[in-house]
């Protein structure tokens, strides 16, 4: 007669779920590893199978948590481990951390300040296949009080138009901006193209008595400011 408490037994990766909950709480997301990392995540979208192995197929598959966070829908559907409630937690996971970053702007741009809008960009920009310009617009106290998304446009060229920049920045009452845009699978340096269109922008609020307080390049080898690097001089520019 066949054993039957066998099948009554707790699965043996249930006991493994718990300690690496319980590590996490403890030491923190450095102390798992990456595949351990969509491993936990997995556990609460699919409980009643061990995670591991889709975990490591994914890391296989895209070779990184960021690129498993960024993958399409469709990519991630291909790799047969995942189903809609699995996609829709990465995804949501993915736009949480933009979200995180954009609710907590701080209140002045100081170099503190600065440092944590960078973070922001980065996440905005991670996964963009296409150049995207964003706009973060600012008042008297330099409190970010708008932000606008331009669009994508082809891999080589962003439509961006100056009129538009300005019409939001009177509308928002702002007195500063900051340009930011990436440039996907490129370097951080500036083209000519974005040295013209910066100081074309500079010139035009300053007519305005608005200030360009910087324009941050996210690239995939670092970030690039025109602040810290001089450009914002409009004869440094001519």
């Not at 606008?148 to 009177?170: H, K, N, P, Q, W």
């Not at 930011?180 to 305005?208: C, M, V, W, Y």
Request: hydrophobic share 35%; net charge negative; proline share 3%.
């Amino acid at each position: 007669m066949a054993d039957r408490s066998k099948s009554k037994q707790t699965p043996h990766y249930w006991g493994h779920r718990e300690r690496l909950r319980d590590r996490f709480l403890e030491k923190g997301i450095s102390s798992l590893a990456d595949y351990e990392i969509i491993e936990l995540l997995l556990t609460y979208i699919i409980p009643r199978r061990d995670t591991k192995p889709i975990a490591k197929r994914l890391l296989d598959k895209f070779g990184s948590i960021p690129k498993i966070l960024d993958a399409e829908a469709s990519s991630l559907i291909e790799t047969g481990s995942l189903g809609k409630s699995s996609i829709v937690l990465f995804k949501l996971i993915r736009q949480l951390i933009t979200f995180y970053y954009q609710e907590t702007l701080t209140n002045n741009f100081t170099e503190v300040d600065k440092n944590h809008i960078i973070q922001y960009l980065q996440g905005f920009f991670q996964g963009k296949k296409r150049e995207v310009f964003k706009v973060l617009y600012m008042d008297a106290k330099n409190q970010i009080i708008y932000h606008e998304d331009f669009g994508e446009g082809t891999e080589t060229e962003t439509s961006i138009y100056l009129r538009r920049i300005v019409e939001s920045a009177l509308k928002s009452n702002a007195l500063s901006i900051i340009l930011a845009h990436n440039h996907p699978g490129g370097l951080k340096e500036p083209s000519e193209r974005d040295i013209l269109l910066t100081k074309e922008i500079q010139k035009a609020l300053s007519f305005l008595d608005m200030t360009l307080k910087d324009h941050i390049i996210i690239a995939d080898n670092g970030i690039y400011s025109f602040e810290e690097n001089g450009l914002l001089d409009i004869e440094a520019c001519d």
